[in-house]
């Protein structure tokens, strides 16, 4: 009886919305926030136009995130899947490193920010390609993930 109540509270934590896995959910919003934040962050080189980033550096926070709530959404399913655990391993250490990166990208920006440090040329550019490293390896673990499921 203890085990059945313990699959059916993982059940519970696991499929939330829809009788959809959580994390399916949750996997959208990091893709989307890094690929449209690099996109600000690009456009805010591209015209010269400093306040830009401001979109920018906050849909990155956005973005590290929810990357966090889809790694630990991620790895809960993980083990409830019958999917080989060298595939699952894969797919988890790339939006690991993803997240990673999305999280220091967050605080160096938020750090930035935090010191009145004005737009300095050299940080926009160091965020445009960060952020475009971000964005990368966000589509990199997406495509992973959906051959994860769909082969």
């Not at 990155?60 to 991620?74: C, N, P, R």
Request: charged share 15%.
């Amino acid at each position: 009886m203890k085990r059945a109540a313990g699959c059916a509270l993982n059940r519970l934590s696991i499929d939330i919305m829809f009788d959809i896995p959580l994390h399916k959910l949750i996997i959208h919003f990091p893709i989307a926030l890094a690929i449209v934040a690099f996109f600000y962050d690009g456009w805010a080189v591209y015209s010269k136009r400093p306040e830009m980033h401001d979109t920018g550096y906050g849909l990155t926070l956005w973005a590290a995130v929810t990357a966090l709530f889809a790694i630990v959404t991620g790895l809960q399913i993980a083990g409830l899947g019958g999917i080989s655990k060298g595939a699952i391993t894969g797919h988890a250490l790339l939006g690991m490193f993803t997240t990673a990166t999305l999280v220091a990208l967050g605080m160096w920006r938020y750090s930035s920010r935090s010191r009145q440090e004005g737009p300095d040329e050299n940080y926009m550019i160091v965020w445009l390609i960060m952020g475009g490293l971000a964005a990368v390896l966000v589509v990199a673990t997406a495509i992973a993930g959906h051959r994860l499921m769909f082969g």
